[in-house]
């Protein structure tokens, strides 16, 4: 009778766990294969529609909410990169902790029930630091990066069989039961194989040696049209509906469909409309796609010293997810709206070959139809300009410029790419001052308590060397830092002529970069560097106050960030090439050739003052008056954590150049440079036509970056070390935290603006405030005529004056709505000649 009780409880065990695996999709091991439609997991094909979330540019706290909103977003599958530099420090020397804990990020996939593209590579270009491949190998003898060089093939496979390895142990491929499903080799290399002695040997060694792992789930090598079988070739493009795979016998793969782009110093920000990303999407499954990522759903952040040259902190990338976690509406919204409708059509999608029909000159149809009787069909609209009606299977249907229809069951349009119905978001950075972490709130405006640390100009301790001539910055730090001092010594009689007429003499630098500041004496100088076009190749200038008897020249050489692409891109050099003063007696003495003495890196980051457990390794000096406008200075300041639970960002405004840590951990590069004033910005982005990274750009004359991403994880409630190193000056006093709120939520839609040409739904906006906060305001409302945009509606001559009191009805204090546009709720008699639509903006609280 005892073991008759037992066993139930043993059994509903053995339920419960067998039902949590099989909930999250990943119970038993998948076979995955493929043919020229689709990938097809145990004899079943499915479409993949794939979130690019890079584990290091967010941190572990953040990937659950990451993932998940990928998942809402309509999204089965996240795909990233492995970054070889992130965990390979030194030959034979791995770390697999907090933002790089690989294993952790694929297992969250896995628990959210979503599948996962791995891309291994190991090269990764990504706008990363050395293309992710470690600053040491270039030193290793005969190293030659992505070549048929020995040394370089011996570490990389190395590393490959290291990650496959891991992987394996934790059963986390397909074919273990887990969710990888694919698995990348390379990166984009087809077109530099010409540049490389050996490269077609390369290549295919890559794929061979990929193969050779034995995961179970297929390899991929984008941007490589010879990859030879098994390997699947993949597309990587603004669009890749006209791709096609280099055998018939492969899917149509779409690895990085790119939503914006990314920034670097001194540029302005580039965007990418929704709609267009939408229509890209729409062609490539209308074409046959079936496996589409969008690099990047979610950029994140280049924290640290990881970004590649010039690219800047945030690698926001204009994704429908942003730097901070928040979902960017409309982008956001639109996609999902999307993704929804492409799913409805699914299994005819990948059980069936498309027939197409041509509509008009610019304008088809691509029509699925599969034996049950189930149909699909994807109208498109390619010119650039005009907006057309078109008649398919005897019904007609408007097409805006530039758009695809989606008809799930070849009668209703479902959506419509350049429709847009979705919720926008306002985004505003609330800023609150720092809070000294022994005050309370009410105390938060007293003046902040700093320990400031003054670094020494040029040599710090011993020297490193002393050498005839420039040296290459790069070769000499091994990327261990970003600095470098050149320092020398020059002497003048008094009988020099500047000295007696009281000019100043210029100094001539010329640079491999990527910046530098000149101290004379001490003193920094103000000086102007002109980059030479599309290279980080700079001349700086500057007029210099030298003095009779002997003058200290300390030039600090900077890099920000190497280079991550490019044929042969680890050779680049950085550094000082020339060193020249104008202005003596008519004359130009050429330093270049003279006794420099170098010294790497800066003092308080050698003795690693931003970390807690550093801290005494320097004489911090009290104040509450920090100095301002002093260069090579250290600050730091013990804070509360900002109230509230929204992500942070930090304003540096008001700083120069440097960099940043919170509690050790390091927030990234910071830098005041401005975009041109003649970049050529848009303030209306037209989303008509071809795509290109430089169409839609803003920010003109502004920052390139003024906030800094730090994860709330990071904070204590007190007690948090800020520690700020500044280069060349700044005013730390007007450094905030900012809040990144969603202030405001708007929804616009027309009144006969249903999506379905042959239906008689009502045309609805939708609004849905972030979790944990509802609709406290009604902000703007108008069925009629309103003008302007989200932030800026503005009432028209045709009005419904019930707007507004029908809204609040609908919507106050709920976390979301929907405001339909019916005759019950709006009187749509009103000015009946008029183009009518409802205008809607709300608060959340």
């Known amino acids: 009778m005892k073991r008759m009780k037992i066993l139930p409880v043993r059994l509903i065990v053995l339920f419960i766990f067998f039902s949590f695996c099989c909930f999250n999709s990943f ?22 529609l794939s979130a690019s979330i890079h584990y290091p540019r967010s941190v572990p706290a953040m990937w659950p909410e990451l993932i998940q909103a990928a998942k809402e977003g309509g999204l089965n599958t996240i795909e990233s990169y492995v970054f070889w530099s992130g965990h390979e420090l030194s030959p034979g020397k791995y770390s697999f902790e907090g933002r790089y804990d690989l294993v952790k990020f694929v297992k969250t996939v896995q628990q959210a029930g979503m599948y996962m593209l791995l891309r291994i590579g190991p090269f990764v270009a990504a706008e990363y630091n050395y293309g992710g491949v470690p600053v040491w190998l270039h030193y290793i003898p005969g190293s030659v990066f992505r070549s048929y060089s020995k040394p370089f093939m011996s570490y990389m496979q190395k590393f490959m069989t290291l990650i496959v390895d891991m992987m394996k142990k934790e059963k986390l491929f397909a074919s273990q039961g887990g969710p990888i499903i694919l698995a990348q080799v390379e990166n984009e290399y087809q077109w530099y194989e010409q540049f490389y002695k050996g490269g077609k040997e390369y290549a295919m060694w890559a794929a ?3 193969v050779s792992q034995n995961t179970g789930v297929p390899w991929i090598m984008c941007q490589q049209y010879d990859a030879p ?7 990587n493009s603004f669009y890749c509906d006209q791709f096609t795979p280099h055998s018939s016998k492969m899917p149509k793969i779409w690895t990085e469909n790119w939503p914006g782009w990314f920034k670097k110093f001194g540029a302005p920000d580039p965007h990418r409309p929704h709609q267009d990303v939408a229509f890209s999407v729409a062609r490539f499954i209308q074409k046959g796609g ?13 924290f640290g010293r990881t970004s590649g040259d010039f690219v800047t902190t945030s690698y926001d990338y204009d994704a429908p997810i942003d730097e901070y976690g928040l979902p960017r509406n409309p ?22 070959d498309p027939i197409n029909l041509s509509l008009g000159p610019s304008q088809e149809a691509d029509v699925y139809a599969d034996s049950s009787g189930a149909c699909a069909a994807f109208l498109s609209n390619t010119d650039n300009a005009t907006d057309t009606t078109v008649v398919f299977r005897n019904v007609s249907y408007f097409l805006p410029a530039w758009s695809v229809s989606i008809l799930s069951d070849c009668k209703n349009v479902v959506f419509n790419t350049a429709k847009v119905s979705t919720q926008t978001s306002i985004i505003e950075m609330v800023p609150e001052y720092l809070q000294q972490s022994d005050s309370s709130a009410d105390e938060g405006s007293k003046a902040l308590q700093w320990d400031v640390f003054k670094e020494m100009t040029g040599i710090w301790g011993e020297a490193n060397f002393v050498k005839s001539g420039l040296v290459d ?31 100043q003499p210029v100094l001539l630098i010329e640079s491999k970069g990527h910046t530098l500041h000149a101290f004379i004496n001490q003193e920094l100088v103000q000086g102007n560097s002109t980059y030479s076009t599309g290279t980080l190749v700079f001349s700086f200038t500057a007029l210099i106050p030298l003095k009779a008897g002997k003058n200290k020249i300390d030039l600090l050489s900077m890099t920000v960030g190497l280079p991550s692409a490019g044929p042969f891109y680890e050779w680049t050099g950085t550094g000082l090439t020339s060193v020249k003063i104008k202005g003596f007696n008519n004359r130009t003495l050429d330093f270049s050739s003279y006794n420099w003495t170098y010294k790497i890196g800066v003092q308080g980051e050698d003795l690693r003052i931003y970390n807690p457990d550093n801290l005494t390794n320097v004489n911090w000096t009290p104040t509450s008056e920090p100095p301002k406008n002093q260069p090579l200075t250290w600050y730091k300041a013990v804070v509360n954590e900002p109230v509230g639970d929204e992500p ?41 036509g071809t795509f290109n990274q430089q169409k839609c750009l803003t920010g003109s004359g502004e920052p390139t970056q003024r906030w800094y991403h730090v994860p709330r994880s990071w904070f204590k409630p007190s007690g948090n070390i800020l520690v700020i190193f500044e280069e060349k000056g700044g005013d730390p006093t007007r450094i905030r935290f900012s809040r990144r709120n969603i202030s405001s939520i708007c929804g616009l839609v027309a009144a006969d603006e249903d999506g379905n040409e042959s239906s008689n739904s009502n045309a609805t906006i939708h609004l849905q405030c972030p979790k944990n906060r509802s609709i406290s305001t009604v902000k703007f ?46 009187n749509k008699g009103l000015c009946p000649d008029a183009t009518k639509t409802l205008a809607v903006e709300v608060t959340c609280s």
């Open 781 to 826: 409302a108008s069925f009629g005529t309103p003008t302007g945009k989200c932030g800026s509606f503005r009432m028209g001559d045709c009005h419904d004056p019930n707007s507004t009191s029908f809204v609040e009805k609908v919507c106050l204090n709920k976390n979301k709505c929907a405001i339909e546009l019916t005759e019950t709720n709006f």
């Open 229 to 235: 079988d098994p390997v699947i070739d993949t597309c």
């Open 473 to 503: 910055h790069l070769n000499t730090t091994k990327d261990t830092t970003d600095y470098l001092w050149y320092t020398t010594s020059i002497i003048f009689s008094e009988d020099e002529e500047f000295l007696r007429t009281g000019s």
């Open 648 to 688: 942070i960002g930090l304003d540096m405004l008001h700083m120069g150049k440097g960099q940043a840590w919170l509690n050790g951990e390091p927030i990234g590069r910071y830098w005041d440079k401005r975009s041109s004033i003649d970049d050529h910005c848009v303030q209306e982005c037209d989303y008509r």
């Open 27 to 48: 119970c038993l091991a998948a076979n995955v294969t493929y043919d020229h439609r689709s990938l097809i997991i145990d004899g079943r094909r499915k479409l993949f």
């Open 331 to 352: 982008k956001w919204g639109h996609l999902k709206e999307l993704h929804e409708a492409i799913m409805l059509c699914e299994g005819v999608l990948l059980n069936s």
């Open 290 to 302: 079936s496996v589409h990522n969008y690099y990047m759903y979610h950029g994140g952040t280049n």
């Open 208 to 210: 061979s040696m990929a």
